[in-house]
């Protein structure tokens, strides 16, 4: 099992980073987050595509066609661990040594955004403040991580519990060896 999560994390993870490093030379120096992020998820959707590759090699390679919720369950999660672990290197490599405007750019583009909102000046006084508040807190390298961290390991906990559901195969059901 370690061999097929240790191969699908990786081919997972290096998908997400390559989306990382793609998607931000793409945005530029336009500050234009938003038109990215929906193409962001399906990417972080087609990383974690690897979650069902991970099940289906186990199951029927290892396991003999049969695999339960739980094992499957199991495989998905750790593929989803070792590819977000990834990203996350792959994005404190690129804020910290690479792009060293991101926060400044994201900061501008939020502040777009509220003042584009219609809000009462006052709202938006208060919602720039707890950004920013937001902004220093994460220059900590620990809540940095696991900002990044939590970005992509809801979506891969998802697509696992689907995976592992839509994958689980009893005895009576594997196919029969001829």
């Keep these: 099992m370690r061999n097929i999560v240790l191969k699908y994390g990786l081919i997972a993870g290096l ?3 390559a989306m990382i490093y793609t998607m931000m030379g793409l945005v530029g120096d336009t500050s234009d987050f938003d038109k990215w992020e929906w193409i962001g998820f399906i990417s972080m959707a087609g990383a974690f595509s690897m979650i069902f590759f991970a ?3 186990y199951r029927d390679k290892i396991a003999g066609g049969v695999i339960n919720f739980n ?3 199991r495989i998905g999660i750790l593929v989803t661990i070792v590819a977000s672990f990834l990203y996350v290197i792959g994005w404190m490599i690129y804020f910290n040594f690479i792009d060293d405007s991101f926060i400044v750019r994201y900061t501008e583009f939020y502040e777009r955004q509220l003042n584009a909102s ?3 000046v006052a709202d938006i006084a ?3 403040e707890a950004f920013e508040k937001n902004m220093a807190d994460y220059n900590n390298p620990w809540v940095m991580a696991m900002s990044t961290f939590l970005e992509v390991f809801p979506i891969g906990l998802v697509i696992t519990i689907l995976c ?3 994958m689980k195969r009893n005895a009576e059901e594997a196919p029969k060896a001829p």
Excluded: H, Q, S, T
């Design 164 to 166: 592992a559901f839509l």
């Design 55 to 57: 099940i289906r090699d």
């Design 126 to 128: 208060k919602e720039m």
């Design 71 to 73: 094992y499957g369950f």
């Design 15 to 17: 998908i997400l980073v």
């Design 118 to 120: 219609g809000k009462a």
